[in-house]
């Protein structure tokens, strides 16, 4: 029996789920009888400031929003945006009478029914139901197949929030007192953070080496065809047994490894190569292997983003953007999943659509089975699949853009991980001579040929590094045996350098955390995001480049917390919280080891114990659980300046101050001290002694320009951090607050002056702005001012653009009045040239460039518009890296309805809405006012949240 013919007769069921999309999608599924809502996510959390919390708590509790010394019972509160929402559902369910909270299958949506529960009362039965896809199949089969709420899974995410409530707010101050304030620390991403810059301090300390060697071009002497080319390529091996030195052979500060590796220079290679103009070689050895590469596993939720990544240009956030919505719609499976496995449907429409591509050749005898390789993988979710039990090609969906690709990625994946692996054959052939000089020198040329591709037909993964090369790249060598003869087309001699460890991208930092079991990978996403937004990452192309600000606040923890961020000990928390989740441990009880430490007293304080000092249970051995609060209480050995300096050499100094780096050499008001800021977008490799001398070199500090003969006070140039402008020095006691306040004039320089080159009647003429240039016929004055975006004349609330500073001063009053007789320009301005090409987007086909706009530069390909972000410029902004902005963009931006209008309704109808029930009437009105009432309620909260930033808990 169908769920809507069960329901008729059983009355009305309230199902609620997380978002309003997949409330609209379930709807349909389950027809009438059914009420589908959404909770629009949480509904309660920890409160996000004292002003959340409720009057009756005080002291810590109010502070943390945890009562740490009764059992970390945490204090929940309703989201103040979502007070009328909670109203919604509770006035649904009074006329429900059955509950099912349908909220996603993991952790946190386990969490949230289980926060519905207790919030809504239900007086109702309450049904747990859960589906993995949204397809009309799987959710009629979860609304008959409900099951309990999983409390064991709701500790486990309490334990999780509580954890990393405690870590955030009690970290954070620290960073906020000893290196700036608005900062944040979280149990992941500390870590993820400390990665980027441990990577940074590897190109920092890294050592260019420079290696010679020799590449041959060899000719068989025959005609050649495509499967038996007349020539190959191959690599100097070896010369007199000894293996040529290459990249691998150097460490990272340029010195050779290996004892008996032949490290050759310049010279040694050209004499060499002289050397062989005139050698007969041959093949000394050909050896072949079978070739065989099997089919890569479905994915799951780090490496659709790893793919995403590299195939889509997509950053981790926008992959899960358009998978959220794919999932929402119906087309895959759920997308928060740590799982390879595919149900026995997916298996089975997976090898159909085979067999329907490929043919039968393509298809194995047997179906593919994964193992997962995630350690203490959560819930038994399936792999994320297209949804359904047949797949329908992207063709068929009817998606476009970043879906359809998204779409796409993951028809194929789940596709070829059913199909026959790769054969073929890898062959190496070893080609030697004798040089004039006596010297025996060997080349080596590896090859591959796939004879049958097998799932390679249907997709190939990508790499992290560009330069690596594809599983279904073949490289024929021609057909050649021992003893065959070959002469030396051309022998050319090509240096190298080696390179520093590349910087980590999204796709590889998400590969590193799953790598070392750090933080869960359904969070990764959003902890990347965490790290860009807080400022101690950016990107420069598809790069994670660290900032100074991190370089602090790592060093800080390191220092002083060095077990909180260290990977061993967040794996081993990992590993504690899964072991909680599986009831093999308790919560209370690993809560306050790591809060008060190893040994506890009645009260809950922290007695000393095992680990004695604070030092001892942040950074000691033995047990990983040590102390947090007592870490965080003696913060005297914390010198905020050590934190935040870094030697550069030669006596200058990289820190990391309240408004920003800079470098300085000497101490302050010493003689010789200088300093000078740094450019923010800078990656820390690039600072070096010769362009910390250069920044020091530049002026900086104030320019005495004279005194103002009107007023007598000094005037000055300076460069703020807006840019260069000039200022009055006002006389020592003027009132600088209260009603009496005076402030000095500023004014800024126009872009075509500098510091060095801005005279005493330069800044006078500056500061005089704005300027009456006159009054029109009826006696309104026109002005003439500088404003954010240029110069402009303004009569009363009229603006009026001018095309360059110098008229400020120039334009007369004629001028005006004949700029004011034009029609005021609507709209935009004439488009300016585009500042750099990149080539046609992937999504759109439409070409991308970029462009100088209002808010600075921006991507566009004509329909969607991407700001460049902190560390992105004109200059080196790559193609792939706009092609990613775009799709963020398009990820964050909801798809534009296309809606008919309404027709006008009938007479009738309007009055008949007239004689609506005074009680309906009054309930709008009430509705409507209690929606006002909570926005106004929630407004202080947002202003006070912007002045500090909430500490971090991921």
Do not use: C
Request: zero cysteines; charged letters at 30%.
């Amino acid at each position: 029996m169908s769920p809507t013919s069960e329901t008729a007769k059983g009355g009305r069921r309230l199902v609620i789920v997380e978002s309003p999309a997949k409330a609209k999608t379930i709807k349909g599924y389950l027809g009438p009888g059914y009420i589908v809502e959404a909770s629009v996510g949480h509904i309660r959390d920890l409160p996000n400031g004292a002003a959340e919390v409720p009057e009756k708590y005080t002291g810590e509790v109010r502070r943390l929003g945890v009562d740490v010394e009764h059992d970390f019972a945490p204090i929940y509160v309703v989201n103040a945006d979502k007070k009328a929402q909670v109203k919604k559902l509770k006035d649904l369910l009074k006329d429900s009478d059955e509950l099912f909270l349908a909220t996603d299958e993991d952790r946190e949506g386990e969490a949230i029914a289980w926060h519905l529960q207790e919030v809504l009362k239900p007086k109702v039965p309450v049904k747990r139901m859960v589906f993995h896809e949204i397809t009309k199949a799987a959710i009629q089969a979860a609304v008959a197949n409900p099951r309990e709420l999983n409390q064991r899974l709701v500790d486990a995410q309490e334990t999780r929030r509580i954890l990393d409530r405690l870590y955030g707010y009690e970290v954070s101050p620290v960073l906020w007192k000893k290196v700036m304030p608005r900062l944040s620390a979280g149990r992941v991403q500390s870590v993820a953070t400390r990665l980027v810059v441990e990577r940074e301090r590897e190109r920092i300390a890294f050592r260019s080496a420079e290696y010679w060697d020799l590449t041959g071009t060899f000719a068989t002497g025959r005609a050649g065809d495509a499967s038996d080319p007349s020539s190959l390529v191959a690599r100097l091996q070896s010369v007199d047994g000894r293996r040529v030195a290459q990249g691998r052979d150097f460490g990272s500060v340029g010195q050779l490894k290996g004892a008996n590796v032949l490290h050759l220079d310049e010279a040694n290679a050209r004499a060499l190569a002289a050397a062989l103009e005139n050698t007969r070689f041959s093949v000394r050895s050909v050896e072949s292997k079978p070739y065989r590469r099997s089919p890569y596993a479905p994915f799951r939720t780090t490496t659709l983003q790893q793919e995403a990544s590299r195939k889509l240009g997509f950053g981790a956030k926008a992959t899960m953007q358009v998978a959220q919505k794919l999932y929402e719609n119906g087309f895959i499976t759920y997308m928060r999943t740590d799982s390879t496995t595919l149900s026995d449907t997916a298996v089975a429409a997976a090898r159909a659509q085979v067999t329907q591509l490929y043919g039968a050749d393509y298809l194995p005898a047997q179906p593919r089975t994964y193992a997962g390789k995630v350690k203490n993988a959560q819930e038994a979710h399936e792999a994320i699949r297209p949804s359904g039990d047949r797949f329908r090609t992207p063709a068929e969906t009817g998606l476009t853009g970043d879906q359809f690709r998204l779409y796409e990625l993951i028809w194929k994946r789940t596709v070829a991980s059913q199909m026959r692996d790769a054969t073929g054959d890898s062959v190496t052939v070893k080609i030697g001579g004798a040089a004039a000089d006596g010297r025996d020198a060997e080349f080596s040329a590896s090859g591959k040929t796939i004879t049958f591709h097998g799932f390679l037909k249907a997709y190939v993964e990508g790499a992290d590094d560009p330069n690596a090369e594809l599983d279904d790249r073949e490289r024929r060598l021609p057909q050649v045996d021992e003893g065959d003869a070959l002469s030396a087309e051309e022998i050319t001699v090509d240096g190298h350098a080696t390179k520093p460890p590349a910087r980590y991208t999204e796709a590889s930092l998400v590969k590193e955390l799953e790598e070392r079991e750090i933080g869960r990978p359904s969070t990764y996403a959003s902890i990347i995001g965490t790290i860009l937004d807080r400022g101690y990452v950016f990107k420069k192309g598809t790069a994670l480049v660290p900032s100074f600000l991190s370089f602090a606040v790592v060093n800080l923890l390191e220092k002083h917390f060095g077990r909180l961020v260290d990977y061993g000990f967040t794996a081993k928390m990992e590993d504690d919280l899964d072991r909680i989740a599986r009831g093999e441990a308790q919560a209370v009880p690993w809560l306050k080891r790591f809060y008060f430490g190893e040994a506890v007293s009645g009260g809950g304080i922290a007695a000393g114990g095992a680990h004695g000092t604070a030092a001892e249970a942040g950074n000691g051995d033995g047990d990983h659980l040590g102390g947090l609060k007592e870490l965080v209480t003696d913060l005297g050995a914390i010198d905020a300046r050590e934190v935040s300096s870094f030697p550069v050499g030669d006596g200058i100094v990289l820190r990391v101050g309240r408004y920003g780096p800079y470098v300085e050499r000497g101490e302050k008001d010493s003689e010789g001290h200088q300093r000078a800021d740094i450019p923010e977008d800078l990656a820390p490799d690039e600072l070096t002694i010769e362009l910390a001398e250069e920044l020091l070199a530049k002026p900086s500090g104030d320019f005495e320009l004279g005194t103002d003969p009107a007023t007598g006070h000094q005037i000055v140039a300076k460069d703020g951090r807006y840019g260069p402008y000039v200022t009055e020095i006002l006389p020592e006691g003027t009132p600088k607050t209260g009603k009496n306040a005076v402030k000095p004039r500023t004014a800024s320089l126009f872009k075509s002056m500098s510091l060095d080159t801005v005279t005493l009647d330069d800044a006078l003429k500056l500061m005089s702005l704005p300027r009456v240039v006159g009054a029109d016929a009826d006696g309104q004055e026109i002005t003439a001012q500088n404003g954010r975006y240029g110069p402009y004349l303004k009569k009363g609330t009229d603006s009026r653009s001018l095309q360059a500073e110098e008229q400020l001063f120039t334009i007369t009053l004629e001028e005006a009045l004949q700029i004011y007789s034009q029609p005021k320009q609507r709209g935009r301005a004439a488009a300016k040239p585009p500042l750099k090409e990149l080539g046609d987007d992937p999504v759109s086909g439409k070409p991308v460039v970029v462009k100088d706009g209002r808010f600075g530069p921006y991507v566009t390909d004509g329909e969607t518009n991407a700001t460049l972000r902190s560390g992105d410029s004109v200059e080196t902004i790559t193609p792939e890296r706009g092609f990613e902005l775009l799709a963020e963009k398009r990820a964050k931006t909801p798809a534009k309805k296309t809606t008919k209008k309404a027709p006008a309704k009938k007479t009738a109808t309007k009055a008949a809405a007239k004689k609506a029930t005074p009680a309906k009437k009054a309930a709008a009105k009430k509705t409507t006012t209690s929606k006002t009432a909570a926005a106004k309620k929630a407004a202080p909260a947002k202003k006070g949240a912007a002045k500090k930033a909430a500490p971090s808990e991921g």
